[in-house]
C-alpha cells in the first residue's frame, strides 16, 4: 500500500501528517511501515542526525533497488526512514523506485508540496518525481488547511487526491463540506492545530511524544491501510 502525501501550499503541515500516519500504522505491528522522505525535513521532526546522502544517491546511480534498504533507519522496531539526502531528486529511475515502494508493508511518502508546471521550472527533476509518485499512490492524500488560496491551487491541478486531510484552525471562513465540494474529494480526517504538535516536533521529539488526539483523528486514514 503506498500513501502519498502532498499539499499545494508550503507551511499545510504535510511533513507532520505524513509523520504522524506512518507512526499510527506502525502501531498494530503486523506490518512493515517505511516512511520516504522527499521534502527533507523528516529526520529534524524525528530527531536523528541529517545525512549527506540517501535516496538523491540512488536515484543518480545504477544501485539495484536491494540497495535502498542499506539506507534506512529504524524510527521504532516496526518504522523505518528512507531519508532524502541533500541532492537534487532525479526522476530518471522513478519507475523502478514505484516498482520498489510498491512491493510490500506500507509506504507512507511525504512528497511536500505539488507545483503547477508552470512553477516547476526551478525544482523540475523534484518535481516530476513528486507528481509521479502522487498520481501512482494506491491512496494520494491532500493535506491542506480551509484556505481560499489552497483550493484554489488544488482545483487547477491535473492530479485529485483520493482523500483529504484538513488541518484545521479557528477562524477560517470556509468549512469541511466547503473543502470536499471544491476539491471533489472527501475529508478522510480532520486535525486541529495543537500547540503540543508544534513542541513536539520542535524538540525532535515526536517519535516519543506522539500526540493522541492528532493520531485518533487518523484513525479513519490509517485503519483503511
Known amino acids: ?39 527533507g525535513d523528516l529526520p529534524a521532526v524525528f530527531g536523528c542526525a541529517e545525512t549527506s546522502t540517501g535516496l538523491d544517491g540512488w536515484l543518480r546511480s545504477d544501485l539495484a533497488p536491494c540497495s535502498l534498504e542499506r539506507m534506512l533507519e529504524e524510527l521504532t522496531p516496526n518504522l523505518s526512514l528512507l531519508p532524502r539526502g541533500r541532492g537534487p531528486l532525479s526522476a530518471r529511475r522513478a519507475d523502478d523506485l514505484v516498482d520498489w515502494l510498491s512491493s510490500d508493508g506500507i509506504v507512507v511518502v511525504d512528497a511536500g508540496v505539488l507545483r503547477a ?33 489552497a483550493l484554489r491551487r488544488t482545483v487547477s491541478l491535473p492530479v485529485r487526491p483520493s482523500g483529504v486531510v484538513l488541518v484545521a484552525e479557528s477562524g477560517r471562513a470556509l468549512t469541511r463540506t466547503d473543502c470536499e465540494r471544491a476539491i471533489g474529494a472527501p475529508v478522510l480526517a480532520t486535525v486541529a492545530v495543537d500547540p ?30
Open 196 to 225: 503540543d504538535i508544534a513542541r513536539a516536533v520542535d524538540a525532535g521529539m515526536l517519535r516519543t511524544r506522539v500526540p493522541k488526539g492528532a493520531i485518533k483523528a487518523l484513525g479513519r486514514l490509517t485503519e483503511e491501510l
Open 117 to 149: 508546471k508552470d512553477e516547476s521550472s526551478d525544482r523540475g527533476s523534484d518535481d516530476e518525481l513528486r507528481w509521479r509518485l502522487a498520481a501512482e499512490a494506491d491512496r494520494s492524500v491532500l493535506v491542506t488547511r480551509a484556505c481560499y488560496l
Open 1 to 39: 500500500m503506498l500513501v502519498t502525501c502532498w499539499s499545494t501550499k508550503g507551511g499545510s503541515g504535510t511533513t507532520v501528517i505524513a509523520a504522524l500516519v506512518s507512526l499510527h500504522a506502525a502501531q498494530d505491528g503486523e506490518r512493515p511501515v517505511l516512511l520516504v522522505d522527499l521534502s
